[in-house]
């Protein structure tokens, strides 16, 4: 067969290619960020959209509506009693006389804090411990495993019930209660993820090149697996505020005056006969906050999933 080379075929041989033709096939990406990308899916979702931007009003109502408000979560007024709702008095007012808007608002305050506040010891111990447990293996992994069954196997309300004894009824006892063994899901997530991500390429890749054990496990194996992290870390504040609400609703809450939802609840519970509708505010606020919350949960699982891309 005889050969053909470049400089055997003439320029007139060819045809160029109008400036149509040659961009048939270009397709334009816009280049974004992984958390752009996520951004953009999460507002595809409508429900958790509608429900971020409802936990940001809760949370600007919590702020803002005690301080411009003419009443106090305390102020007593014993000639409007258990007012229904009115002008004045939106949600109406409790048995002393106390504006029920203004400690539902209050109230927000305490139950949100002690929720972000536990998913926050939850992401921080909880990643750590996991990142420790799963890297490390062998002997570490055992002890320090063991040890969170230790704490997983002792129920909650123990550990709740030992500290507001120790350190009276209080915010700061109970977000030490709620978040001393809220992080113990956390660490085996975590742990599980990095057990099979230290086996990919990347990690190895990493450890050839010089990489140290700290770097490659913050830098490369934690940033891996944020997507099931900021999922859990969603849903922890839902579950740390109905546990906050249900020791407030049994008994074992903060102490008076001082509102959440859950000793809402529980004062309004003498009245359900009698006054129904006191207790349809905490209750509802408490609904809707964890509905919300699930919602952002979801939306960010879907979100943050690459497989679901």
Same mark, same amino acid.
Request: aromatic share 12%; proline share 3%; charged share 15%.
């Given at each position: ?13 060819? *045809?160029? #290619? ?15 960020? @992984? ?5 953009? %899916? ?17 949370? #600007?109502?919590?702020?803002?509506? =005690? ?19 009115? *002008? +004045? ?19 927000? %305050? ?11 010891? $939850? ?5 750590? !411990?996991? +990142?420790?447990?799963? !890297? ?15 704490? @997983? ?5 123990? !550990? ?26 956390? *660490?085996?997530?975590? %742990? ?12 190895? +890749?990493? @450890? ?6 700290? %770097? ?15 999922? $859990? ?11 906050? *609400?249900? #020791? ?8 008076? =005056? ?35 919350? $699930? ?10 999933? =690459?497989?679901?891309?």
């Amino acid at each position: 067969m005889e050969k053909i080379f470049c400089q055997d075929i003439e320029d007139s041989e060819f *045809a160029r #290619l109008d400036d149509s033709e040659k961009d048939s096939e270009f397709v334009a990406v816009e280049s974004k960020t @992984y958390f752009q990308d996520a951004w953009g %899916r999460f507002k595809k979702n409508k429900l958790a959209l509608v429900s971020l931007v409802f936990m940001a009003v809760v949370i #600007l109502f919590a702020i803002f509506a =005690p301080m411009f408000s003419p009443y106090t979560y305390d102020g007593q007024d014993l000639t409007c009693r258990n007012a229904l709702p009115n *002008a +004045a008095h939106w949600f109406g007012t409790d048995k002393f006389g106390r504006d029920i808007f203004v400690r539902i608002m209050y109230g927000a %305050r305490i139950s949100l804090s002690v929720g972000f506040a536990a998913a926050l010891l $939850n992401l921080v111990i909880g990643v750590a !411990y996991g +990142a420790v447990c799963g !890297y490390f293996g062998g002997k570490v992994d055992m002890i320090l495993m063991r040890l969170v069954d230790i704490i @997983y196997s002792v129920p909650t309300l123990l !550990y709740v019930i030992l500290i507001m004894l120790i350190f009276g009824s209080n915010i700061f006892s109970m977000l030490l209660a709620i978040g001393i063994s809220s992080w113990v899901g956390m *660490a085996r997530l975590v %742990r599980g993820q990095i057990l099979t991500l230290k086996e990919q390429e990347y990690a190895l +890749a990493a @450890y050839v090149i010089g990489a140290s054990k700290k %770097r490659i496990m913050f830098k490369h194996l934690i940033v891996n697996c944020m997507g099931p992290i900021i999922v $859990n870390t969603t849903l922890m504040v839902p579950n740390a505020i109905f546990t906050e *609400a249900f #020791l407030a609703f049994v008994g074992i809450g903060i102490s008076i =005056p001082q509102a959440s939802w859950g000793t809402m609840a529980n004062d309004a519970r003498s009245l359900i006969q009698s006054q129904p509708i006191q207790i349809i505010w905490p209750v509802l606020a408490i609904c809707l906050t964890m509905l919300s919350l $699930n919602f952002i949960g979801d939306g960010l699982s879907e979100a943050l999933d =690459p497989k679901k891309k």
